[in-house]
Antibody, heavy 121, light 108 residues
């Protein structure tokens, strides 16, 4: 069964770039029809979709974050990654990677456990 | 961007009672792209309902979804102790995804 695991620094300084990786296990990131996504959640708040990369490599981002976000995929490592530039305290959140099943459920059916990222000097 | 509004913000009920959660969209949403998630403290969200009314794998039949257009509902027929959590609706449209602010179902 497919599992997702986020990894990356838990502390990032203001103005720097936040970098996270999601490792996909139990299946190939290249097979099937999926949007591999990043979603975040500030403490005590709701969920915010950051962006996604399709199996084909095409990307879409949340318009409110688009200028600072890059999502990429490394099929050789079965991973996809998030880069968020020029971070501020407002970017402090739990970051989840998730799989969106296109055409089957059309929903986020598998989630990583989440990783807490704090932006602070 | 489609904005989702959920009501009530908090629902205080007792085990065994029926819970009715509302999700309203700022413009029409395809039912195919409306989902509900459950989140418990310290855990990732879990898919409950997709396509507005289809239960995800392993979800008990006390959970049901309905609605179309701009108004959707999640119903829990009889609350079990493990159902006290936060519930989010989510939609996909115009190549973007949005979530509602959530409804917390807590124990009365």
């Amino acid at each position: 069964q497919v599992q997702l695991q986020e990894s990356g620094p838990g502390l990032v300084k203001p103005s720097q770039t936040l970098s996270l990786t999601c490792t996909v296990s139990g299946g190939s990131i290249s097979s099937g029809s999926y949007y591999w996504s990043w979603i975040r959640q500030p403490a005590g708040k709701g969920l915010e979709w950051i962006g996604r990369i399709y199996t084909s490599g095409s990307t879409n981002y949340n318009p409110s974050l688009k200028s600072r976000v890059t999502i990429s995929v490394d099929t050789s490592k079965n991973q996809f990654s998030l880069k968020l530039s020029s971070v501020t305290a407002a970017d402090t959140a739990v970051y989840y990677c998730a799989r969106y099943d296109v055409g089957a459920t059309d929903a986020f059916d598998i989630w990583g456990q989440g990783t807490m990222v704090t932006v602070s000097s | 961007e489609i904005v989702l509004t959920q009501s009530p913000g908090t629902l205080s009920l007792s085990p065994g009672e029926r819970a009715t959660l509302s999700c309203r969209a700022s413009q029409s949403v395809s039912s195919s792209y409306l989902a509900w998630y459950q989140q418990k403290p310290g855990q990732a969200p879990r898919l409950l309902i997709y396509g507005a009314s289809s239960r995800a794998t392993g979800i008990p039949d006390r959970f049901s979804g309905s609605g179309s257009g701009t108004d959707f509902t999640l119903t829990i027929s009889r609350l079990e102790p493990e159902d006290f959590a936060v519930y989010y609706c989510q939609q996909y449209g115009s190549s973007t995804f949005t979530f509602g602010p959530g409804t917390k179902v807590d124990i009365k």
